[in-house]
């Protein structure tokens, strides 16, 4: 029996140069207890990141995350989004995957394979996401190129569908349905998609491809559903997904990894009647 293939993602760092905030964060201190967080699961293969790796894509933040990602003893998966920019991310990470030209590439594992998708467009004002000709061509190989006996996993920062938040939707993909042509012509689709872009946990099916966006690290934006207007955020808590696929099922684990609040035996009687939460600490 193939062993469990076990993986972890997140997504929206928002990474600024050492020793700046963005509303009120450091997006290193958020990073550090992720990457702590990492350290207390029993099996953690490599760490996918989908994308805004930074917020202003300078190279001393580039520089910055590079040094925060140093203490990891797995290996990681970068990808890029519409608050990043490849030359400056290339001169920090210049061993990251290259096809094209474009951050992006086919990893195969003996559970599943991984496609990672560059959906950054650089040559177009905002922050909608894109798929060239030569994109959707290292789309189409990679779905055929990807083994038949196990599940292809489709990583892109950029949703392709409409979420009920119109400020978010204004800046998703643009290239929907060209990207569902290429899988027609690939003459496969991929079995699960993973985004980020829209700092939200979202969950769901695409023309019958089940997908996850996963919550950002940094600031989250606040599901105003169906109000137009701009972008709101909110500060609610961080978390990473904690993927395992094995024998062809995927199970998604969203872990708050910065609550710190009490942990307690749900069939303790003394727990039970507790008056208020604060005293299940003693449980």
């Keep these: 029996m193939t062993a469990t293939l076990r993986f972890a993602v997140l997504s929206d760092l928002h990474f600024v140069p050492a020793g700046q905030r963005?509303?009120?964060?450091?997006?290193?201190?958020?990073?550090?207890?992720?990457?702590?967080?990492?350290?207390?699961?029993?099996?953690?293969?490599?760490l996918v990141i989908?994308?805004?790796?930074?917020?202003?894509a300078e190279r001393a933040a580039y520089e910055s995350l590079r040094a925060e990602?140093?203490?990891?003893?797995?290996?990681?998966?970068?990808?890029?989004?519409?608050?990043?920019?490849?030359?400056?991310?290339?001169?920090a990470f210049p061993d990251a995957p290259?096809?094209?030209?474009?951050?992006?590439?086919?990893?195969?594992?003996?559970?599943?394979?991984?496609?990672?998708?560059?959906?950054?467009?650089?040559?177009?004002?905002?922050?909608?996401?894109?798929?060239?000709?030569a994109r959707l061509g290292f789309l189409e190989d990679a779905l055929r190129a990807a083994p038949a006996d196990?599940?292809?996993?489709?990583?892109?920062?950029?949703?392709?569908?409409?979420?009920a938040i119109p400020p978010m939707d204004a800046i998703r993909l643009r290239d929907a349905e060209a990207e569902r042509a290429a899988f027609a012509h690939a003459g496969r689709r991929p079995d699960y998609?993973?985004?980020?872009?829209?700092?939200?946990?979202?969950?769901?099916?695409?023309?019958?491809?089940?997908f996850h966006i996963q919550r950002a690290l940094m600031h989250q934006v606040h599901h105003e559903f169906d109000q137009p207007g701009r972008i709101m955020g909110a500060i609610e808590p961080p978390d990473l997904a904690y993927v395992s696929?094995?024998?062809?099922?995927?199970?998604?684990?969203?872990?708050?990894?910065?609550?710190?609040?009490?942990?307690?035996d749900l069939e303790s009687p003394e727990a039970a009647a507790a008056t208020h939460p604060q005293e299940l600490g003693r449980f």
């Design 69 to 91: 990602l140093a203490v990891l003893r797995i290996p990681v998966i970068l990808m890029l989004g519409n608050h990043d920019a490849r030359a400056p991310f290339r001169a």
């Design 150 to 163: 196990r599940p292809v996993l489709l990583f892109q920062h950029h949703p392709p569908m409409d979420l």
């Design 98 to 133: 290259d096809q094209g030209g474009f951050v992006q590439g086919l990893h195969v594992f003996d559970q599943a394979s991984l496609i990672t998708l560059d959906t950054l467009t650089e040559d177009e004002p905002g922050h909608h996401g894109r798929l060239c000709p």
């Design 22 to 46: 963005i509303y009120g964060f450091d997006p290193r201190e958020s990073l550090r207890r992720a990457l702590a967080f990492l350290d207390t699961l029993p099996q953690v293969d490599f």
């Design 50 to 56: 989908v994308g805004d790796l930074t917020d202003r």
């Design 245 to 264: 696929v094995a024998d062809g099922q995927i199970l998604i684990h969203d872990c708050s990894f910065g609550y710190d609040g009490p942990v307690f």
């Design 193 to 210: 998609l993973f985004m980020g872009h829209v700092h939200r946990p979202i969950s769901g099916l695409w023309h019958g491809i089940p």
